[in-house]
């Protein structure tokens, strides 16, 4: 071809597809840079059905300190291609320490006592389970690694070079459509010592960045190798360092989280209301869920405990309604988040079903029908809109349907 007809190519240039996969999982994953990188690489030669046969899609090992996303990311990846975070199967090795154990995942072999009883963890029909028309990819995860037995390692290294699994009674396990994820905390306690600036480290706020995020990642990747076995090692096709994250970083995951707490509030059927949290309650929430050691590894929990069941009870004794904005503080007198009404939403969504909404006001009432004010009717069944009034003081009469039982 002459140098006229030479059409130069962009091979950097991603599918729309596989960009959407990484914006939705930028969306749910705070940093981590090289870890989307690596999923989305693999991503696209997968779905350009380029990854070698014979071989698992991929074998990623993800180190990294407590609570930085290694497990989060598997389980992102299932709710963005399947629509669910449990379309990955997970074996947390810890379970599998015993090699007798191994029978749980694999099932045991004909003739055995209770071999009728044992179904395998991992089955050609498990794996392939959550396959959609377009996406025929598994997602399989060893969880905590380094807590596997001698049995499950052999396993696991049959599994990551030939991509055949062989089960108890003889069925092979075809892995050649199967990501394959590992993970380790190993090194994870050496960063968080180097993180806060002890064995003489000068405290992260004054060193540049990319010098600690190099420090984090020898760290690891030194624990890896003394502790993993070269051939291991070998057959590992990238080994992603996950950073510890910064105070700015566990900031967003916990928008994040009080985000899907907000959509679950939205989600239910009688208890469409918005809340917002103050600075200091943000911070409170901080303080107990995340910390340079644990990461973000339970803010989940104090989530739930200092937030979501605070709400259910105020739900469930009627004293938030559909179309409430409710501010929650942090009251520094009890240590706790306080909750107030701050006035009505003009963020509606769905009315809920007449009939339930009728059986409800009957019985709170004792049977006297209520009627609705037409305004508090009209927000109800108006349809979404994005942002709320601003607050209004909360009304004391008692043409509402609130019903307090204490009033
Ligand atoms: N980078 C992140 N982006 C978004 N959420 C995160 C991130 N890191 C942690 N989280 C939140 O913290 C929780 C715990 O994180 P995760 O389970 O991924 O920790 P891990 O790195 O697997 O830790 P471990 O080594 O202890 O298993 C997640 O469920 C998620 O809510
Ligand atoms: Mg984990």
Request: glycine share 6%.
């Amino acid at each position: 071809m002459s140098a006229a007809h030479m059409q130069h190519l962009d091979p950097n240039r991603r599918s729309g597809e596989s960009r959407e996969f990484e914006a939705a999982l930028r969306k749910k994953i705070v940093g981590q840079d090289e870890a989307i990188g690596a999923l989305v690489d693999i991503y696209q030669v997968f779905r350009a059905g380029l990854h070698s046969p014979g071989r698992p899609v991929s074998n990623l090992l993800f180190l990294g300190p407590t609570g930085s996303g290694k497990t989060r990311i598997v389980e992102a990846m299932g709710e963005i291609l399947f629509g669910d975070p449990h379309a990955v199967i997970k074996v947390d090795c810890a379970e599998f320490q015993h090699s007798h154990e191994i029978a749980k995942l694999i099932g045991s072999p004909p003739g055995y006592l209770g071999h009728r009883e044992t179904h395998p963890l991992i089955t050609q029909e498990a794996l392939a389970q959550y396959h959609t028309d377009t996406v025929k990819l598994s997602l399989l995860l060893f969880d905590e690694i380094e807590k596997a037995s001698d049995a499950l390692w052999q396993l696991l290294l049959g599994i990551l070079d030939k991509a055949t699994l062989t089960l108890g009674d003889n069925r092979r396990v075809d892995l050649s459509q199967t990501l394959i994820f590992m993970t380790s905390n190993l090194g994870g306690a050496d960063i968080s010592t180097l993180m806060s600036g002890g064995l003489g480290f000068v405290q992260p706020s004054d060193k540049p960045s990319d010098k600690m995020d190099t420090k984090v990642e020898r760290t690891a990747t030194e624990a890896a190798k003394r502790k993993f076995s070269p051939e291991f090692m070998n057959r590992i096709d990238k080994v992603v360092v996950f950073h510890p994250l910064r105070p700015a970083q566990l900031e967003q995951v916990l928008d994040i989280e009080l985000d899907l707490v907000q959509r679950r509030v939205l989600d239910t059927a009688h208890g469409q209301f918005v809340f917002r949290l103050t600075r200091a309650a943000r911070d409170f929430l901080l303080r107990e869920g995340t910390d340079i050691k644990y990461g973000a590894r339970h803010l989940k929990r104090a989530i739930e405990r200092h937030v979501v069941y605070p709400l259910a009870n105020l739900l469930s004794t009627g004293q938030i309604l559909i179309g409430d904005v409710l501010s929650i503080d942090w009251d520094a007198a009890t240590q706790q988040l306080s909750f107030a009404r701050t006035g009505e939403s003009t963020l509606v969504t769905m009315a809920p079903p007449a009939a339930l909404f009728a059986a409800q006001a009957v019985s709170t009432w004792g049977g006297r029908a209520i009627e609705i004010p037409a305004q508090a009717n009209a927000r109800e069944t108006q349809s979404p809109v994005a942002a709320p009034a601003p607050p209004a003081p909360a009304p004391v009469a008692a043409s509402r349907r609130r019903h307090d039982p204490e009033r």
